[in-house]
């Protein structure tokens, strides 16, 4: 943070606490001790102008910097500054809304500016918007830590101990403040803020991390809340035991499958009983590993049980063919990036991993040797046979921190409101009947697989996040949630060979007639799903410098490996594709993934022609008829030529872009899913609409592919692009 003014300016004392003594001195401090009195005159500056990577259009942001202490048994020691940002209220302010995205570790000071986007932009009339980066995050003191450089080749024992050297060497740079990264004492900085900024309570609104928080919190400050809300809860308890009540709630999952499975034996032939199934899947797990064999089952198990035939599809296509299996599940050195990386988890600076460990290691009484990973993996695996070996990690992420002491949690008389998403992954909703009865309050049940999105604009049952805030109104029972198509596979399974999975599109290897078994492939997708973003209105990109990464599906949707070539073209003038040749040929796709390129067909679909479309991210094929062929399609200030509309079973949703269009018959590729009218507008993006001369159409719910015969007259020899041939038609540069 640039230029950030200060309330007040305290020097910076240096503190040579040891890492046992300052456990000792921060556990034992009473609840009240961040109640001293603090000097008055918060000065606030526009944070775009204090701070040189805010959002430059944020014109209501206000930044401050509050010191507080390191060590509150020591108010007068040394000072650390916490970044606090405000967006006032617009008319007559009755107290404070306080929010926090979690992580835990995640920056703070945007969430204030967020919260205007969410059902609580209406409580802005009456209550500041508060945001705090917690020490060790964002704008605040924080440590900058390198992660340990692996080469690969190390064992599992001798990664862990890297692990653990790189911890002690961050923790060695400022173990005052490294150990001092917990919540009760982000609690008591929460608190010292409230008390600077002249609130008597606060309400708190806290999610995913933040609700640890919250709960931390209220359980030492009980009497300065007025209203919190916590939605996707973590764990009250330790991380392993977090973990142990986690793994529980999947394994009863695996076996309402296996119950399942036992009942479908004459399509899948794994047993006729749900101990047979088991035992079945038993050898299958041995054969493929832990860590394949989860890759087999659907993440969000339960939320669907539809999808239970895509994870029974997989697990017999594994058991018949013999085939490897490629693991999508997080590895040791990585688990918690990815997740984090999927739900927004990023850092001002280079320290979240480190902080994020240090709040929950510094509350982990858990084990720190290798010897505990070891221990607890086999009791873990015995008593859960189904479970994977990277619900381990908490052991892994705080080798080499010293062991911490749990949260004090407690229940208390302030207004309380739980909610948990049933099926979710990330927070699973165990923890949140755990943290329930370990504090109390309300709990209200979502039936979806969602993470922390109560307060969402686009979500019916937010509405009750409003009504609690505003007068207090509990939320009890359950509430339908988000609809399961925005977690998992919305349509219907089928066959998914010659498909291939790309960040967030669809798309397919394709083969021309002309092509030879030692051509190098081709791979075809939408010109909007182009690596590099959508080109513009009449643009055509032929510059062969762009790479494309995707992942080659099995025919029952499993990812069996990668595919990497470059762009060759991409439009969206006249038409929607983009064009790539792979680095591998087609017999070498063959021969390592066992599946067949799509036949490009030269002639177009025609108005009632069965058709399917196979969406590789979303693993759904939709089976229809080409309804009919439209003379220009309109789309914001795109158009297409002769595009196919489907018939209304062809219900393709987002996420669909790129799929193949095949003959139902023939397997022939016709056309490419290009787009659908969602919301009934008229000619916009994402709501295309049908001009035929002078008329204007529009079929809401309608899904619509470009035709792609003209792509089979451009290719020349050794399966190039020539767009100068005379047959070829496409659009040039």
Same mark, same amino acid.
């Given at each position: 943070?640039?230029?950030?003014l200060?309330?007040?300016t305290?020097?910076?004392?240096?503190?040579?606490i040891?890492?046992?003594?300052s456990?000792?001195?921060l556990?034992?401090?009473p609840?009240?001790?961040?109640s001293t009195?603090a000097p008055?005159?918060?000065q606030?500056?526009?944070?775009?102008d204090?701070?040189s990577?805010w959002?430059?259009?944020?014109?209501?942001?206000?930044c401050t910097?509050?010191?507080v202490?390191?060590?509150?048994?020591?108010?007068e020691?040394r000072k650390?500054?916490?970044a606090v940002?405000r967006?006032?209220?617009t008319?007559k302010?009755?107290?404070?809304?306080?929010g926090?995205?979690?992580?835990?570790g995640l920056?703070?000071?945007?969430?204030?500016?967020?919260l205007?986007?969410s059902?609580?932009a209406p409580?802005?009339e009456?209550?500041?918007?508060?945001g705090?980066?917690?020490?060790?995050?964002?704008?605040?003191?924080?440590?900058s830590?390198?992660?340990p450089e692996?080469?690969g080749?190390?064992?599992e024992?001798e990664?862990f101990?890297?692990r653990?050297?790189?911890k002690?060497?961050?923790?060695a740079k400022?173990?005052?403040l490294a150990l001092?990264?917990?919540?009760?004492?982000?609690?008591?900085?929460m608190d010292?803020?409230?008390q600077v900024?002249?609130?008597?309570?606060?309400?708190? &609104? $806290?999610?995913?991390?933040?609700?640890?928080?919250? #709960?931390?919190?209220r359980?030492?400050?009980? =009497?300065? !809340?007025? +209203?919190m809300w916590?939605?996707?809860?973590?764990s009250?308890?330790g991380?392993?035991?977090?973990?142990e009540a986690?793994?529980?709630?999947?394994?009863?999952?695996?076996r309402?499958f296996?119950?399942w499975l036992?009942?479908?034996d004459?399509? &899948? $032939?794994f047993?006729t009983?749900?101990k047979?199934? #088991?035992s079945?899947?038993?050898e299958?797990? =041995?054969k !493929?590993? +832990?860590?394949?064999?989860?890759?087999?089952l659907?993440?969000?198990?339960e939320a669907?049980?539809d999808?239970w035939?895509r994870s029974?599809?997989?697990?017999?296509e594994v058991?018949?063919?013999g085939?490897?299996?490629?693991?999508?599940q997080?590895?040791?050195d990585?688990?918690?990036n990815?997740?984090r990386k999927?739900f927004?988890?990023g850092?001002m600076?280079?320290n979240?991993?480190?902080t994020h460990?240090a709040f929950m290691?510094?509350?982990?009484?858990?084990?720190?040797?290798?010897?505990?990973?070891?221990r607890?993996?086999?009791?873990?695996?015995?008593?859960?046979p189904?479970?994977?070996d990277?619900?381990n990690?908490?052991?892994a992420?705080?080798?080499?921190?010293?062991?911490?002491?749990p949260?004090?949690?407690?229940p208390?008389k302030?207004?309380l409101?739980?909610?948990?998403h049933?099926?979710?992954?990330?927070?699973p909703y165990?923890?949140?009947?755990?943290m329930h009865e370990?504090i109390?309050g309300?709990?209200?049940?979502v039936?979806?697989a969602e993470h922390?999105?109560?307060k969402?604009?686009d979500f019916?049952?937010g509405?009750k996040v409003l009504?609690f805030?505003r007068?207090?109104?509990?939320a009890?029972?359950?509430?339908?949630?988000?609809?399961?198509?925005r977690?998992?596979?919305?349509?219907?399974?089928?066959n998914?060979?010659?498909t291939?999975k790309?960040p967030?599109c669809?798309?397919?290897?394709?083969r021309?007639?002309t092509?030879?078994?030692e051509?190098k492939?081709?791979?075809?997708t939408?010109?909007h799903?182009?690596?590099a973003?959508r080109?513009k209105?009449g643009?055509?990109?032929?510059?062969?410098?762009?790479?494309i990464e995707?992942?080659v599906?099995?025919?029952?949707?499993r990812?069996?490996?990668?595919?990497?070539?470059?762009?060759?073209y991409?439009?969206?003038?006249?038409?929607?594709?983009?064009?790539?040749?792979?680095d591998?040929?087609?017999?070498e796709?063959?021969?390592k993934y066992?599946v067949?390129a799509f036949?490009?067909a030269?002639?177009?679909?025609v108005p009632?022609?069965?058709i399917?479309v196979?969406?590789?991210f979303?693993?759904?094929?939709?089976?229809?008829?080409?309804?009919?062929?439209?003379?220009t399609?309109?789309?914001?200030d795109y158009?297409?030529t002769?595009?196919?509309r489907y018939?209304?079973e062809c219900d393709t949703?987002?996420g669909s872009?790129?799929s193949p269009v095949?003959d139902?018959?023939?397997?022939?590729l016709?056309?490419?899913?290009?787009?659908?009218?969602?919301d009934?507008?008229?000619?916009?993006?994402?709501n295309p609409c049908e001009?035929?001369g002078t008329?204007?159409?529009v079929h809401?719910g309608r899904?619509?592919?470009?035709q792609t015969?003209?792509?089979a007259a451009?290719?020349g020899?050794?399966?190039?692009?020539?767009?100068?041939?005379?047959?070829?038609?496409l659009?040039?540069?």
């Amino acid at each position: 943070m640039q230029n950030i003014l200060r309330y007040s300016t305290v020097p910076s004392i240096a503190a040579g606490i040891s890492v046992a003594a300052s456990l000792i001195t921060l556990s034992a401090v009473p609840a009240d001790a961040a109640s001293t009195p603090a000097p008055e005159g918060v000065q606030w500056e526009l944070c775009r102008d204090a701070v040189s990577d805010w959002n430059r259009n944020d014109n209501r942001s206000e930044c401050t910097l509050i010191p507080v202490p390191v060590d509150y048994s020591k108010p007068e020691g040394r000072k650390i500054d916490i970044a606090v940002s405000r967006v006032k209220a617009t008319g007559k302010r009755t107290g404070a809304l306080f929010g926090n995205p979690g992580g835990p570790g995640l920056a703070g000071t945007t969430s204030a500016r967020e919260l205007l986007s969410s059902r609580l932009a209406p409580m802005n009339e009456t209550l500041d918007f508060i945001g705090i980066d917690t020490r060790g995050t964002g704008y605040s003191a924080q440590i900058s830590c390198d992660e340990p450089e692996f080469q690969g080749s190390e064992t599992e024992e001798e990664t862990f101990e890297m692990r653990a050297s790189t911890k002690r060497a961050c923790i060695a740079k400022d173990p005052a403040l490294a150990l001092s990264i917990s919540m009760e004492n982000a609690a008591r900085d929460m608190d010292r803020i409230r008390q600077v900024l002249g609130f008597d309570k606060i309400n708190f &609104y $806290g999610n995913s991390g933040g609700t640890a928080l919250g #709960a931390v919190y209220r359980s030492m400050f009980d =009497k300065r !809340v007025d +209203r919190m809300w916590l939605d996707s809860i973590m764990s009250p308890a330790g991380q392993s035991a977090a973990v142990e009540a986690e793994v529980a709630a999947y394994d009863a999952g695996y076996r309402r499958f296996f119950k399942w499975l036992a009942g479908k034996d004459s399509t &899948y $032939g794994f047993g006729t009983s749900p101990k047979k199934v #088991a035992s079945a899947l038993k050898e299958l797990q =041995k054969k !493929v590993g +832990r860590e394949g064999f989860a890759a087999l089952l659907d993440t969000n198990l339960e939320a669907i049980p539809d999808r239970w035939e895509r994870s029974a599809a997989k697990l017999m296509e594994v058991r018949d063919s013999g085939a490897e299996v490629t693991s999508t599940q997080p590895n040791a050195d990585n688990a918690d990036n990815a997740d984090r990386k999927a739900f927004g988890f990023g850092e001002m600076g280079r320290n979240y991993g480190f902080t994020h460990d240090a709040f929950m290691c510094n509350a982990s009484p858990d084990g720190r040797t290798y010897a505990d990973l070891v221990r607890i993996r086999k009791e873990r695996q015995a008593k859960y046979p189904f479970s994977t070996d990277f619900n381990n990690e908490p052991v892994a992420n705080c080798a080499g921190w010293p062991a911490g002491k749990p949260w004090a949690l407690k229940p208390g008389k302030s207004r309380l409101q739980l909610s948990g998403h049933k099926f979710e992954t990330v927070t699973p909703y165990v923890w949140a009947k755990m943290m329930h009865e370990k504090i109390g309050g309300s709990l209200l049940t979502v039936m979806d697989a969602e993470h922390s999105t109560m307060k969402s604009n686009d979500f019916a049952c937010g509405s009750k996040v409003l009504d609690f805030f505003r007068d207090g109104t509990p939320a009890k029972g359950s509430c339908a949630g988000f609809p399961a198509d925005r977690t998992g596979p919305p349509g219907p399974a089928g066959n998914m060979a010659g498909t291939v999975k790309l960040p967030y599109c669809s798309a397919s290897l394709v083969r021309p007639r002309t092509a030879r078994d030692e051509d190098k492939a081709l791979l075809l997708t939408n010109g909007h799903c182009h690596p590099a973003g959508r080109p513009k209105p009449g643009e055509v990109i032929t510059d062969k410098n762009a790479v494309i990464e995707g992942t080659v599906m099995s025919p029952a949707g499993r990812e069996l490996g990668p595919v990497t070539g470059r762009i060759l073209y991409a439009t969206m003038t006249g038409t929607d594709i983009t064009l790539a040749q792979l680095d591998s040929t087609y017999a070498e796709i063959q021969q390592k993934y066992k599946v067949e390129a799509f036949p490009l067909a030269s002639s177009s679909p025609v108005p009632g022609q069965k058709i399917k479309v196979a969406s590789s991210f979303l693993e759904s094929v939709w089976s229809c008829q080409a309804e009919a062929v439209v003379p220009t399609l309109k789309e914001g200030d795109y158009t297409s030529t002769h595009a196919i509309r489907y018939a209304k079973e062809c219900d393709t949703r987002p996420g669909s872009s790129g799929s193949p269009v095949i003959d139902a018959e023939t397997r022939e590729l016709v056309a490419v899913n290009s787009t659908s009218n969602r919301d009934g507008k008229e000619c916009e993006l994402n709501n295309p609409c049908e001009v035929d001369g002078t008329v204007t159409t529009v079929h809401q719910g309608r899904g619509y592919a470009t035709q792609t015969a003209a792509i089979a007259a451009c290719i020349g020899d050794d399966n190039t692009l020539d767009l100068k041939r005379q047959e070829c038609t496409l659009p040039r540069p």
